[in-house]
């Protein structure tokens, strides 16, 4: 009979204007009272270990984070890469997810209950749409600018990104994918396909149930120090 027994609990709250509101998606993950009916020779095993789980599980925990990730995520190409205008887009992704992968923070404590916190991305998402990948600076014919194009796809929700422009798919010497132009127009947002928001994009959505394969994890973890 298994010593552990495993609760999940999924905390879903962001702050807007000091004021806590429900998510819908992961953002934060509590595994919670991992140790209810753990006996005291199992708490010793644990407390004197407690240094290689939290190695442990800072690896393991890193490597789920990244696969999920990097095989959830999807592939921008065609016009989709064209109208966003960032050439090297999936190698800044990449990039963005190793960096998430391995920012991952895993919080153990507890003495007569153990829990582990898992947080992979910030509610506010300042620490992903701080890295320099998250940023595209071009030089045109036209001028300097600045591409802030992780935040459109993250947080725009299919809102209106450009006013005044719009993507019109010609070929020019002058398009930075070589397969389009913003023209005069209406106003431009993101592909449908990659619009996303705080609690429901590309990230969020590759990282859906992720909380069952740490649970899987935490449980291996324990029950080889306990054994």
Known sequence: MSLLHVDLAIVHFVFVHGREFDMTQNVKIKIAD???????????KITQNISKL??????????????????????????????????????????????IARNTRVKISGTKRISVTVIILEQDYSSVLSLPEAIYSYTSANGSGVLEWLRWILLGGGGQIIAGFEFSPLASPFSRTGGGLMVAGNSWRVPPNLSGTATNNILTRSLQNIEQDIKIIVNRELQRIIK
């Open 54 to 99: 939290q190695r442990v599980l800072d690896e393991r925990i890193e490597k789920i984070v990244f696969q999920r990730l990097i095989t959830g995520l999807p592939t921008i190409q065609g016009t989709d890469l064209v109208e966003i205008g960032v050439p090297d887009i999936n190698t800044r992704l990449t990039s963005i997810v190793q960096t």
């Open 34 to 44: 991992i140790q209810k009916d753990v006996d005291k020779e199992s708490k010793k």
